[in-house]
């Protein structure tokens, strides 16, 4: 098996699932490629003891993340730090000729975007995907492989999105995804935006234009020492799209929402597909189950699949067991891995996003700003 050396910037929520997701490699199968954790970075050095526990391999622990990318064993770097780092640690990572796996949104706003897709084309050696697990959820991969068959017909409508709860709680501290300055004028959207956009834009669903309305709910939060401050960014955002069916040429309703304030819902992303021929619709909120209507012309009835872990990279775990969060950041890391590795993508569901896919989710991003700012229809 040949092993890509890594490094990670940023040890926080998603650096830790990634750190562990490396650590049980062996889960999987068939994979002729893996990733060795050398190198590992924070400015808070309170996170290196963790990982220093857990990965023998680990050879350089610094809080300057210009000194693991002087490091010539490092081959790719794994990056999840706050958005208004993006531009500088992302342009630096590839001129240094490091291979990047980033965190989303890649820039914190469409300036920072265009500055990182400018590294990406004066290296194009460099191999740089985006995040977003979303998609490798086996009931997902179900539904992907019925577009990739053309099995929903003439689609009707698109519904995809990303809802959160915990925001309800006006009590809840700010954190610096709640702040303009660091997470920035996307809001919500930013931060969700895409994960419900990877399905539709890997299936060519693009939106062409966007009507969207933003709501900022909660305006002040208390900060660590109990007193309120401004709480400035979008808590929910719904996008009305004009997208475009490459299948039939015809045009189609593409919703997305992106919440931080849907009450009742965790962590829930799902997506919902009506065509003609057939529907299909998934929900992590019932992560294994995929509701399929196929239309013949006689009843119309939706029935229930219950998936297994059938992932898009197999593993050792039993085919009726369930399959969560752990295996999605996993799988995605496989995805990233084998699309380097083998130079194409396993399959168009089973791979990372691209940096086009993700500089296309930024024009959706400021022209829906625009919209509702304008309370107008934009162009994407
Ligand atoms: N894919 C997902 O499901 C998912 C979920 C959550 C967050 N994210 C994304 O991951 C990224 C990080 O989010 P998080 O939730 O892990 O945040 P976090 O705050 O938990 O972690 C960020 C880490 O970056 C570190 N950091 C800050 N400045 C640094 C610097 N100059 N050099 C090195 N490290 C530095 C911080 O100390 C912190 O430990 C963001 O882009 C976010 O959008 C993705």
């Known amino acids: 098996m040949r092993t890509v050396k890594f490094g990670i910037i940023g040890l926080g929520l998603m650096g830790r699932e990634f ?150 709680n006006a009590t809840k501290p700010i954190n610096w995804k709640r702040i303009v300055e ?37 305006r002040e939060r208390p900060d660590k020492q109990g007193n309120m401050v401004p709480c400035d960014t979008w808590d929910n955002a719904t996008l009305l799209c004009d997208a475009v069916d490459p299948g039939s040429g015809e045009p189609f309703p593409l919703t997305i929402k992106t919440q931080r304030i849907a009450p009742g819902e965790t962590d829930t992303w799902y997506l919902e597909v009506k065509g003609m021929k057939a529907c299909a619709r ?7 189950r995929l509701e399929v209507l196929e239309y013949t012309g006689g009843e119309q009835t939706w029935r229930r699949i219950d998936t297994g872990w059938e992932a898009a990279y197999q593993g050792i775990t039993g085919g009726i067991f369930e399959f969560g ?17 083998e130079g194409k993508p396993k399959s168009r569901f089973a791979a990372c996003v691209t940096p086009e896919e993700v500089a296309y989710s930024h024009r959706l991003f400021t022209a829906a700003l625009a919209s509702h700012a304008r309370g107008t229809v934009e162009t994407v």
């Open 182 to 218: 660091i997470n920035g004028e996307y809001g919500c959207m930013g931060d969700l935006g895409m994960h419900p956009c990877h399905v539709p834009f890997k299936a060519g669903w693009y939106p062409r234009t966007v009507r969207a309305i933003l709501s900022n709910l909660v």
């Open 325 to 341: 969060f752990t295996d999605a950041v996993q799988q995605l890391w496989a995805a990233f891995l084998y699309e380097f590795h």
């Open 19 to 168: 750190g562990s997701a490396a650590a049980r490699w062996c889960h999987l199968l068939e994979m002729n490629v893996g990733p060795e954790i050398v190198a590992i970075c924070d400015t808070n050095d309170a996170l290196f003891s963790w990982f220093r526990d857990h990965f023998p391999t680990i050879r350089l622990v610094t809080k300057n993340y210009q000194e693991l990318l002087a490091d010539g064993e490092v081959e790719a770097v794994y990056c999840a730090v706050p958005h208004n780092l993006h531009r500088q640690l992302y342009t630096d990572i590839i001129s240094a000729g490091k291979h990047l796996l980033g965190e989303k949104p890649f820039g914190i706003d469409k300036p920072a975007n265009d500055a990182i897709m400018e590294a990406i084309r004066r290296h194009a050696r460099v191999f740089v995907r985006c995040t977003s697990h979303f998609p490798f959820f086996p009931a997902m991969q179900r539904l992907c492989r019925m577009i990739d068959e053309q099995a929903f017909g003439r689609i009707i409508e698109v519904n995809s999105g990303f809802l959160h709860s915990s925001d309800l």
């Open 282 to 288: 998934w929900s992590s909120a019932n992560a294994r």
